[in-house]
């Protein structure tokens, strides 16, 4: 971690080159230099050929690696990294008020004012304007339309020159600022609280996203509503939002290898690498080794995991299967909220739990011996078009609306394939526009892959076997062995986790009150039947006293090995 981490934030709120502002220029260093660990790696670089890397380095200029780089292999889903201005929780806000682009006319372009502004402040007055009116005459919200721009003869060629005037007024005020490696602790405070100098720079920058993606719009025909300019109302204010994409660095646009187990559509790819081929489609069978079962109608959407009477029954089949694999290292991936309620529900310490969107490219659970995933990732159609928008330019389709005007995916049939080559009929989502969807896709069935491709199951033999649960609809482009519907885990696998399950109707009223509080949720647990559990050893009992009859208790001997003391102690004497 930087050392100085106030000065790197200042930089990055004002889109400063990070290495010039806070590491070293000409004579000038920060404090931490000698002590940076980044610094020693790149003193040390001499002879170096492979460099391993965070995958956001490729969208910065990385002077330190030099021009010389040959080669870029990435092991990593690249396709959302650079998406900018969509998720809600960035650090930088993109939108602009389009009155703070220009809110009055500028001064005619006459001899006198041009000796008094400048030509080329006059020229970025009246760019602004034109900015500002065409913005003011779009519809009230929605994507901006090319047609208000042609009006005031805006094309890419004024754009173009619009930009030149933007990051020279923005260069210039990053230079005021003054931010330099080395500065005190007091000099730096006092830029921090330069408010007023950091908000025009944030504001420029802004300003120059809009133009970039306005002459985007201008210079390609086809497109008539830009997917990365949107308009809204803010406080009454009416404002011009940017969403789009960082490209990769000029440093890093060299031969490139993409290797993904779920690789995205080929249009995604040529948002960052126009020229982009799919060389290799490779496709390997699980083994034998490998069973994974599917179950259909689960208690695992998000509306229905809020519910807490759900997370008690996802809970138990969690167990049920731990304790029919006799105790193995299991794992289990399921939606965050999910996953902090199933850390505090006391678990074995043998169950660990993980999210989705957390364990891509993990290999910490290559020998589990159970996976369960229990949910999915299901974000709704308007951040699909969010993302589509802001990755390919244009305005999808909107997701279908129904009678109360809620939209959502179309529903559509899809096959679930079993390994003897039939297949099991599932419903699914699936996006009107195909952007959208190949969106959707990496989002919901590829974040599900990836999350099963944490156990690794190819490389699995019948030394190192795995089972694997799915508890949710969708259809995956794996096989599946088993397809079955879901059943609600009997209450007696509570207690099994204990080493215990008794077929006493009293006894479980009297031991286990908080699960079987009255002998009618008795008498409806053991008409489920009692859980097929392996280690457990049938016991017949039979308390002291007249009238008693012989009872029945199940015990995992490894867990118990005293039957009749562990009843004793618990029920009273024997017979």
């Known amino acids: 971690m930087c050392l100085n981490l106030p000065a790197v934030r200042l930089a990055q709120r004002c889109h400063a080159e990070v290495a010039p502002t806070c590491c070293k220029h000409k004579k000038q260093r920060c404090w931490f230099f000698e002590q940076c660990s980044y610094q020693r790696q790149l003193d040390n670089r001499d002879g170096v050929q492979v460099w391993i890397v965070a995958i956001d380095m490729l969208f910065h200029t990385q002077k330190a690696l030099g021009e010389s780089i040959t080669a870029v292999i990435i092991d990593e889903a690249l396709w959302q990294k650079g998406v900018r201005g969509v998720e809600a929780n960035e650090e930088f806000d993109w939108s602009v008020a389009i009155d703070s682009i220009s809110n009055t006319p500028p001064p005619p372009k006459?001899?006198?004012?041009?000796?008094?502004?400048?030509?080329?402040?006059?020229?970025?007055?009246?760019?602004?304007?034109?900015?500002?009116?065409?913005?003011?005459?779009?519809?009230?919200?929605?994507?901006?339309?090319?047609?208000?721009?042609?009006?005031?003869?805006?094309?890419?060629?004024?754009?173009?020159?619009?930009?030149?005037?933007?990051?020279?007024?923005?260069?210039?005020?990053?230079?005021?600022?003054?931010?330099?490696?080395?500065?005190?602790?007091?000099?730096?405070?006092?830029?921090?609280?330069?408010?007023d100098l950091i908000d025009l720079i944030q504001h420029s920058r802004r300003v120059i996203q809009i133009w970039e993606a306005l002459r985007e719009l201008l210079d390609h025909a086809d497109i008539d509503v830009s997917g990365r300019l949107t308009l809204t109302q803010d406080n009454g204010q009416r404002t011009v939002e940017w969403r789009g994409i960082s490209h990769i660095s000029k440093q890093f646009t060299v031969p490139t290898l993409l290797l993904d187990a779920t690789l995205p559509a080929l249009p995604m790819l040529q948002v960052y690498h126009p020229r982009a081929q799919v060389v290799a489609d490779i496709k390997v069978a699980l083994p034998k080794s490998v069973r994974i079962r599917q179950l259909l109608?689960?208690?695992?959407?998000?509306?229905?995991?809020?519910?807490?009477?759900?997370?008690?029954?996802?809970?138990?089949?969690?167990?049920?299967?731990?304790?029919?694999?006799?105790?193995?290292?299991?794992?289990?991936?399921?939606?965050?909220?999910?996953?902090?309620?199933?850390?505090?529900?006391?678990?074995?310490?043998?169950?660990?739990?993980?999210?989705?969107?957390?364990?891509?490219?993990?290999?910490?659970?290559?020998?589990?011996?159970?996976?369960?995933?229990?949910?999915?990732?299901?974000?709704?159609?308007?951040?699909?078009?969010?993302?589509?928008?802001?990755?390919?330019?244009?305005?999808?389709?909107?997701?279908?609306?129904?009678?109360?005007?809620?939209?959502?995916?179309?529903?559509?049939?899809?096959?679930?394939?079993?390994?003897?080559?039939?297949?099991?009929?599932?419903?699914?989502?699936?996006?009107?526009?195909?952007?959208?969807?190949?969106?959707?896709?990496?989002?919901?069935?590829?974040?599900?892959?990836?999350?099963?491709?944490?156990?690794?199951?190819?490389?699995?033999?019948?030394?190192?076997?795995?089972?694997?649960?799915?508890?949710?609809?969708?259809?995956?482009?794996?096989?599946?062995?088993?397809?079955?519907p879901w059943q609600v885990p009997s209450?007696?696998?509570?207690?099994?986790?204990?080493?215990?399950?008794?077929?006493?109707?009293?006894?479980?009223?009297?031991?286990?009150?908080?699960?079987?509080?009255?002998?009618?949720?008795?008498?409806?647990?053991?008409?489920?039947?009692?859980?097929?559990?392996?280690?457990?050893?049938?016991?017949?009992?039979?308390?002291?006293?007249?009238?008693?009859?012989?009872?029945?208790?199940?015990?995992?001997?490894?867990l118990i090995p005293d039957p009749r003391a562990w009843l004793s102690q618990r029920l009273g004497p024997l017979s």
Request: proline letters at 5%.
């Open 110 to 195: 006459t001899l006198e004012n041009i000796n008094s502004y400048g030509l080329r402040e006059l020229d970025f007055l009246h760019l602004r304007h034109r900015l500002a009116s065409a913005l003011r005459a779009q519809a009230n919200n929605g994507g901006v339309e090319r047609k208000h721009f042609d009006a005031l003869y805006l094309d890419g060629t004024s754009c173009k020159h619009a930009l030149g005037l933007e990051w020279g007024r923005f260069n210039a005020n990053v230079d005021k600022l003054g931010q330099h490696p080395g500065m005190s602790d007091h000099q730096l405070q006092a830029l921090i609280n330069n408010h």
């Open 297 to 484: 109608g689960t208690p695992t959407s998000a509306r229905k995991l809020d519910r807490e009477h759900n997370l008690i029954e996802i809970r138990r089949h969690i167990l049920a299967r731990y304790l029919e694999l006799n105790r193995p290292m299991s794992l289990v991936i399921c939606q965050q909220k999910v996953e902090e309620w199933l850390k505090q529900s006391g678990l074995p310490d043998d169950i660990i739990v993980e999210h989705y969107n957390d364990v891509t490219g993990l290999d910490d659970y290559r020998d589990v011996r159970l996976m369960l995933l229990i949910g999915r990732t299901a974000p709704g159609p308007a951040a699909m078009e969010a993302i589509a928008a802001a990755l390919t330019g244009k305005c999808p389709t909107p997701a279908t609306a129904n009678g109360h005007g809620f939209h959502w995916y179309d529903a559509v049939q899809r096959g679930i394939r079993l390994r003897d080559g039939s297949g099991v009929a599932t419903r699914g989502d699936q996006h009107p526009d195909p952007e959208a969807e190949a969106v959707r896709w990496q989002i919901h069935e590829a974040e599900l892959v990836q999350a099963l491709g944490r156990g690794r199951g190819v490389n699995r033999t019948a030394v190192n076997p795995l089972d694997a649960d799915l508890l949710f609809n969708t259809a995956l482009p794996v096989t599946v062995d088993e397809v079955i």
């Open 491 to 558: 209450l007696l696998i509570e207690t099994a986790v204990e080493g215990v399950m008794l077929t006493s109707r009293v006894d479980l009223v009297r031991l286990w009150p908080q699960w079987w509080p009255n002998d009618t949720a008795a008498r409806r647990s053991l008409q489920q039947g009692i859980p097929k559990l392996p280690d457990f050893a049938r016991v017949e009992y039979q308390l002291a006293g007249p009238k008693m009859n012989k009872r029945v208790g199940y015990f995992d001997l490894a």
